[in-house]
């Protein structure tokens, strides 16, 4: 690695640090839940029939309103999945498995695009869980961010 690649992953790693952090406790939980549904549906008491109103997990709503909060959001996440040629989940699964530091535009579109479009369709947050993307996000960026040795 040279000095300027060097100098970019200390800015990204110095930027970006805290927020990783913050959201790097729910790391278990995402390995205890992927791959399970994480949301239910309430529809009243047995005599009062309503309209199903979802429920979801309390870890995964802490989760998103963490992650909310952070630099990590990027409105303009849909020009990630354009630049990247993003079509499904198992794109996304495979560019963050390859990932690394200077890709911190992938990290923080897939991580904008499921919280962000989770704030008009709900479901997409339970499907991040559910595929294992939430926990592959996680898992590469605590990694990267904190190893020892600059990636």
């Given at each position: 690695m040279d000095y300027q690649e060097e100098k970019q992953s200390t800015r990204i790693r110095n930027e970006y640090m805290a927020d990783v952090e913050l959201l790097s406790k729910y790391m278990n939980w995402f390995e205890k839940k992927s791959g399970q549904q994480v949301s239910s549906f309430y529809d009243g008491e047995e005599d009062q029939k309503l309209i199903q109103i979802p429920v979801y997990d309390s870890n995964l709503l802490a989760f998103i309103k963490d992650a909310k909060k952070t630099k990590l959001m990027d409105r303009n996440y849909r020009y990630v999945y354009t630049r990247y040629k993003i079509k499904s989940v198992d794109d996304e699964l495979r560019l963050l498995k390859h990932a690394h530091l200077k890709d911190i535009d992938l990290f923080k579109g897939i991580l904008s695009s499921y919280v962000m479009r989770g704030q008009s369709k709900s479901a997409v947050?339970?499907?991040?869980?559910?595929?294992?993307?939430?926990?592959?996000?996680?898992?590469r960026m605590t990694a990267l961010f904190f190893s020892t040795n600059l990636d």
């Open positions: 947050w339970s499907d991040g869980v559910k595929s294992g993307v939430f926990l592959e996000l996680m898992r």
